[in-house]
């Protein structure tokens, strides 16, 4: 089956550790994303990639790093730094560039104890 | 951005049509309007998009205005599953042609026996 797969479904890590989301996709999509979700609210954009070796900030940047060393991953790190990091992480891909709509995965539920 | 109005809830009968508006008065020319919906604990599923003209796939049908600055999605014979969070978004070209989706907080829709 082609789609986008983010593990694992729920996470808990300790507060001040780093802990990294992962999101693979066998859609052959160039560009992929990273939402943030917090309760009751819409989603907010942390990372993006158009291609392979590059990605951009999102509106919510901040406490978050992420690598696009293959085309088909897109692995988010929550770091220490993220004062509230405790909410649903979504991934999305889309065939690129341009008017082509964002598949998103299933979901991580992160809680910072 | 371009930002989008949605009534936060709306009811409507197993079987019936469900018509959800949204308003999005400051579009311009080249943004499309994207509906997804989000079932609790899971990741957006796309259900359609268009720029100008009204639209139709297998799962709902489109209505954009002629000025462009307010759309109805129709779900024609609603269903128990279709009781979801429906969100409305304008497409926003960013920095070098990527694209982002803008979520607002969207309609729940509930679908009652």
């Known amino acids: 089956d082609g789609g986008i797969t983010q593990s694992p479904k729920y996470l808990f890590r300790k507060e001040g550790q780093n802990v990294t989301l992962s999101c693979e996709q066998n859609?052959?999509?160039?560009?992929m994303y990273w939402y943030r979700q917090d309760p009751g609210q819409g989603l907010r954009l942390i990372y993006y990639?158009?291609?392979?070796?590059?990605?951009q900030k999102g509106d919510i940047a901040e406490g978050y790093s992420v690598s696009r060393e293959k085309k088909e991953s897109f692995p988010l790190t929550v770091t220490s730094a993220q004062k509230n990091p405790t909410a649903f992480y979504l991934c999305?891909?889309?065939?690129?560039?341009?008017?082509?709509?964002?598949?998103f995965g299933p979901g991580t539920r992160l809680t910072v104890l | 951005d371009a930002k989008t109005t949605q009534p936060p809830s709306m009811d409507c009968a197993e079987g019936r049509a469900a018509n959800l508006p949204c308003n999005h008065s400051?579009?311009?020319?080249?943004?499309?309007v994207y509906w997804y919906r989000q079932i609790h604990s899971q990741g957006p599923q796309y259900i359609i998009h268009?720029?100008?003209n009204n639209e139709t796939n297998e799962m709902a049908s489109l209505i954009i205005t002629e000025d462009r600055k307010s759309s109805t999605l129709i779900l024609p014979h609603a269903t128990l599953r279709d009781t979801a969070v429906y969100y409305c978004?304008?497409?926003?070209?960013?920095?070098?042609?990527?694209?982002?989706?803008?979520f607002g907080q969207g309609t729940r829709l509930t679908i009652n026996p």
């Open positions: 999305a891909s889309s065939l690129g560039q341009g008017a082509y709509t964002q598949y």
């Open positions: 859609l052959n999509h160039d560009a």
């Open positions: 990639s158009q291609i392979v070796n590059d990605f």
């Open positions: 400051t579009i311009s020319g080249n943004e499309y």
């Open positions: 268009g720029l100008k």
């Open positions: 978004i304008v497409r926003v070209v960013g920095i070098q042609g990527a694209q982002k989706l803008v």
